[in-house]
């Protein structure tokens, strides 16, 4: 029952992010928002376990230590090691009757003794976020090895079970939730709770697993100092500079300037780019839109064929909607010639590249 109980859990665990991830409406998330920090960190914590029943010991207090790292937005890997040392129930007062009745209890459980245990464990968890701001959610699962010590006590109880010491490694799996509250950019609050599963391959005290809930309370340190924030970074290139007037052809300069901006972009990282087309309100609304789109269209396919993935390119066109320069403004022009040259701010390609990152 504790294995199907840990395995949907950790099933739930590893789902759940997936699921948000879907029913999210917007797809082309950023692993580099404002929130997201990759340094390796460290993690030293306190803990107190729910200690299972079947190893008839007192709850308990620990203490651990974690190393990790963020992988994107939505994920850390770390290793985790905790120990604690759970002190059997006093039977030392116990009288003659109460001694029988605790013998009776033993051999229905299949108890082969009363003792401490010295517990420790290393294992390999995954924390799956669904936020990287102030407040940081995150479920978790690992899977690892935990060392089991059990100490006889000098019991009646003992005695009459010929009980044995003795220590194992076993399998064990954990699963469970928790949250981060960043205090700077250098620490932050760190509490969890889990279900932590041991297979007692030794069988020690019984010939069962034990299943135990651990709640940790501690602090997340990263290591090193913050790289700079990703930001979007906007290009605005002069429509006249890159095509013929009224056409979405690229000139020879225009190739060159799409073609540098290409090897600019390789020597940085990224996460999209947003290529927008505009037009001055000279002409019809209709074909100022196919203009600019057909702009932006010509722009974008110059980066990608310089090696910009098209996976992360998207062109836009809004014809004359985000005008600089009004024809208002440029009522004052003596001809068309003047007005086209006043007009000319509003005839521009903005490349917008999103996640901007140096290397």
């Known amino acids: 029952m504790k294995k199907l109980y840990l395995s949907a859990m950790c099933a739930t665990v590893l789902a759940s992010p997936l699921a948000a991830r879907a029913d999210s409406p917007d797809m082309s998330y950023s692993p580099y928002s404002s929130g997201f ?58 009288s003659r009757q109460e001694i029988e ?78 949250f981060l509250v960043p205090v700077g950019d250098y620490a932050s609050i760190r509490v969890d709770g889990r279900y932590r599963y041991d297979n007692n391959s030794d069988d020690l005290r019984r010939s069962d697993d034990f299943g ?44 060159n300037t799409m073609n540098n901006l290409a090897s600019d972009l390789s020597q940085v990282d990224y996460t999209a780019v947003r290529v927008a087309g505009h037009t001055d309100p000279l002409g019809s609304d209709a074909y100022n839109l196919d203009l600019s789109q057909r702009r932006a269209d ?10 910009v993935s098209g996976d992360r390119v998207s062109a836009v066109g809004y014809g004359e909607t985000q005008l600089k320069v009004t024809e208002a403004e440029c009522a004052s022009a003596g001809s068309r010639a003047a007005l086209i040259e006043c007009l000319q701010p509003n005839r521009r390609v903005e490349v917008a590249v999103e996640g901007y990152k140096e290397k």
């Open 37 to 94: 920090d990759d340094r390796w960190y460290i993690s030293p914590f306190a803990s107190y376990t729910w200690a299972d029943n079947d190893r008839g010991t007192d709850d308990a207090n620990g203490w651990g230590f974690a190393v990790g790292k963020p992988i994107n937005e939505w994920l850390n890997v770390e290793a985790r090691a905790t120990w604690t040392n759970f002190v059997s129930e006093d039977l030392t007062e116990l």
């Open 101 to 178: 009745d605790r013998l009776v209890d033993f051999r229905r459980r299949g108890w082969r003794g009363e003792g401490d245990f010295e517990v420790a464990d290393i294992a390999v968890d995954g924390l799956f976020f669904f936020s990287r701001g102030s407040f940081q959610p995150f479920l978790l699962a690992g899977i690892g090895a935990i060392h089991d010590d059990f100490e006889c006590d000098r019991t009646e109880v003992n005695r009459a079970f010929q009980c044995k010491s003795g220590s194992a490694w076993s399998f064990m799996a954990e699963a469970g939730a928790g």
């Open 212 to 255: 135990d809930w651990i709640l940790t309370a501690g602090v997340y340190i990263p290591l090193g100092a913050r790289g700079a924030a990703p930001t979007t970074r906007t290009f605005e290139l002069s429509a006249d500079a890159l095509f013929p007037f009224d056409s979405a052809t690229l000139t020879s300069t225009g190739v």
């Open 298 to 307: 010509s722009a974008a396919g110059q980066l990608i064929s310089q090696g």
